[in-house]
């Protein structure tokens, strides 16, 4: 059986850091991935949203994931995103997933399609079936256009034994609440939200997987470790602090935001693909006061 306390507090969705001509920034990222190891962050996730990954090529993606899983050397787990509108597909890339060395999968409900919770259920426990890891379920309908209620969550969880949890991030307070007072006791609920997180843990959540600890791994760290040890008014310091430069990271959308900060902060250059932009000039001046460079 998985231990799933591997998973509680601090997962990073890592950025994918890139050069000046847009081609992915190996050293960098390894720089990150040692930073973010060294300033205590629990777990690590590749080829989620934040990597931008949808604009990564097959290559891409397989040298990002051996880059991350090299530099970690297995200090941390490592949770995998894979997900599409295809379940069949899915089910294929677990093929060439198998022999990964990572801990887990996050998989993200299929988007476009706006399947129905039946067809949710129908999709999960097909890929529960082929599926080598452990699972986290992935919520985020204002990406996907698709609710996983929790009433569905509930029954993954029960049906399909390596669904261990999910990072819910549909900012439902109503959902999560009933979903944190009827799941399982083995299924963990990890926040998707850097700004309701501390609340979040508050009402019985696991921990976070942050965009924020890109750029601020000690102290979302400390925040997490904090509230998960009933130390709420201490968590509160560092919720505070990082309030006002977290709703900056997001106004534009994720990772521009993020991107933005670390390249201020000296740490990548400040370049997405396309579709994505870099954050415009306005919000990189507030963010650069924010930071009081």
């Given at each position: 059986?998985?231990?799933?306390?591997?998973?509680?507090?601090?997962?990073?969705?890592?950025?994918?850091?890139?050069?000046?001509?847009?081609?992915?920034?190996?050293?960098?990222?390894?720089?990150?991935?040692?930073?973010?190891?060294?300033?205590?962050?629990?777990?690590?996730?590749?080829?989620?949203?934040?990597?931008?990954?949808?604009t990564l090529?097959?290559?891409?993606?397989?040298?990002?994931?051996?880059?991350?899983?090299?530099?970690?050397?297995?200090?941390?787990?490592?949770?995998?995103?894979?997900?599409?509108?295809?379940?069949?597909?899915?089910?294929?890339?677990?093929?060439?997933?198998?022999?990964?060395?990572?801990?887990?999968?996050?998989?993200?409900?299929?988007?476009?399609?706006?399947?129905?919770?039946?067809?949710?259920?129908a999709h999960?426990?097909?890929?529960?079936?082929?599926?080598?890891?452990?699972?986290?379920?992935?919520?985020?309908?204002?990406?996907?256009?698709?609710?996983?209620?929790?009433?569905t969550t509930?029954?993954?969880?029960?049906?399909?034994?390596?669904?261990?949890?999910?990072?819910?991030?549909?900012?439902?307070?109503?959902?999560?609440?009933?979903?944190?007072?009827?799941?399982?006791?083995?299924?963990?609920?990890?926040?998707?939200?850097?700004?309701?997180?501390?609340?979040?843990?508050?009402?019985?959540?696991?921990?976070?997987?942050?965009?924020?600890?890109?750029?601020?791994?000690?102290?979302?760290?400390?925040?997490?470790?904090?509230?998960?040890?009933?130390?709420?008014?201490?968590?509160?310091?560092?919720?505070?602090?990082?309030?006002?430069?977290?709703?900056?990271?997001?106004?534009?959308?994720?990772?521009?935001?993020?991107?933005?900060?670390?390249?201020?902060?000296?740490?990548?250059?400040?370049?997405?693909?396309?579709?994505?932009?870099?954050?415009?000039?306005?919000?990189?001046?507030?963010?650069?006061?924010?930071?009081?460079?």
């Amino acid at each position: 059986m998985t231990d799933i306390s591997k998973f509680k507090g601090v997962g990073v969705a890592v950025i994918t850091p890139f050069l000046a001509d847009g081609q992915v920034d190996y050293p960098r990222l390894e720089a990150l991935i040692e930073n973010l190891v060294q300033n205590k962050v629990d777990f690590l996730v590749a080829l989620g949203t934040t990597s931008e990954y949808p604009t990564l090529s097959r290559a891409e993606r397989n040298a990002v994931v051996e880059c991350i899983t090299s530099v970690n050397q297995g200090r941390v787990p490592v949770m995998l995103g894979v997900g599409g509108p295809n379940t069949r597909t899915l089910l294929d890339q677990m093929e060439q997933v198998g022999t990964l060395p990572i801990d887990a999968i996050l998989s993200v409900t299929p988007y476009y399609n706006k399947p129905n919770q039946a067809g949710l259920l129908a999709h999960y426990k097909q890929f529960s079936a082929h599926c080598p890891f452990p699972i986290f379920l992935y919520n985020v309908p204002g990406r996907t256009s698709c609710n996983l209620a929790a009433e569905t969550t509930i029954r993954i969880a029960q049906e399909c034994p390596n669904v261990i949890g999910i990072k819910e991030a549909s900012g439902n307070m109503k959902q999560i609440l009933y979903l944190l007072n009827h799941k399982p006791e083995h299924f963990l609920v990890i926040s998707g939200d850097d700004l309701l997180t501390l609340p979040l843990m508050a009402a019985g959540m696991d921990g976070l997987i942050s965009v924020l600890a890109n750029a601020f791994p000690s102290e979302v760290s400390n925040m997490v470790h904090l509230a998960a040890a009933d130390q709420f008014i201490k968590a509160r310091i560092y919720h505070d602090r990082l309030f006002d430069i977290s709703q900056a990271c997001f106004k534009e959308g994720n990772p521009c935001g993020i991107k933005a900060i670390m390249n201020l902060q000296g740490k990548i250059e400040n370049v997405l693909r396309l579709p994505l932009v870099p954050a415009s000039a306005p919000l990189y001046e507030d963010i650069r006061h924010l930071l009081n460079l």
